[in-house]
């Protein structure tokens, strides 16, 4: 049973387009992680969401946490294929402590 | 500097066989962690070294896996005889204290 639910699990789409994928949970967290991976690698850390209703902005990736820090959004404008990748949301109980990782959202960007 | 290295970068093995696999950490990062992740169940903990307190075993899924890390630096995830179940990628991180993981390119292993 995933303590995080990913949507949608596969997104295809053109280059400059935008998408949003999104991280969802029954449970509230104290803080959310969002991650990128490509083949071959591991995950590398986006950004870190820890008050509820906040928004972040890394470039065109936009990052919010709902206002009961129970879910989260990643949105990407102009999207590019330098963005294709496996995108992950992650909890952790405590920074420092083991992450539980939500099933991811893959994302592929057509030139 | 360097980042978390992982070795190998490809195993496969016979099922039935033991596997080593290892990771040297960031220098100075005192947190130790061990994934892995497979098509069916994504990304999941296993085992987590925090300096010398004893480690967080938690996540592992049977007893023929175990991990050890030596001098508070590099660590060797092991399986004994292993099954076609255990194929997947592992994933090591290594993070300060307290901050962000930082996580090597893993092992894919699979057991034929």
């Known amino acids: 049973t995933q303590l995080l639910e990913q949507s949608p699990q596969f997104l295809s789409i053109q280059e400059g387009e935008n998408l949003t994928v999104y991280c969802n949970s029954s449970?509230?967290?104290?803080?959310l992680q969002w991650y990128r991976q490509e083949p071959g690698e591991g995950p590398v850390l986006l950004v870190t969401?820890?008050?509820?209703?906040e928004v972040k902005k890394l470039k065109r990736l936009t990052f919010q946490f709902g206002d009961a820090r129970k879910d989260s959004s990643l949105h990407i404008t102009a999207a590019q294929p330098g963005d294709t990748g496996l995108y992950l949301c992650?909890?952790?109980?405590?920074?420092?402590?083991?992450?539980?990782f939500g099933g991811g959202t893959r994302v592929l960007v057509k030139p | 500097g360097a980042g978390v290295s992982q070795s190998p970068s490809n195993k496969v093995t016979e099922k039935g066989k033991d596997v080593e696999l290892r990771c040297d950490p960031i220098?100075?990062?005192?947190?130790l962690y061990w994934y892995r992740q497979s098509l069916g169940q994504g990304l999941e903990f296993l085992i987590y070294?925090?300096?010398?307190?004893?480690?967080?075993k938690s996540g592992l899924p049977s007893d023929r896996f175990s991990a050890e890390r030596t001098g508070g630096s590099v660590s060797t995830l092991t399986i004994q005889r292993t099954q076609q179940e255990d194929s997947a990628v592992y994933l090591c991180?290594?993070?300060?204290?307290?901050?962000?993981?930082?996580f090597g390119p893993g092992t894919r292993l699979t057991v034929t």
């Open positions: 449970s509230v967290f104290s803080s």
């Open positions: 969401v820890v008050t509820g209703g």
């Open positions: 991180a290594s993070s300060p204290a307290v901050g962000e993981q930082y």
């Open positions: 220098s100075g990062h005192t947190a």
């Open positions: 070294f925090q300096g010398n307190s004893a480690p967080d």
């Open positions: 992650a909890r952790s109980k405590a920074a420092g402590n083991k992450l539980t």
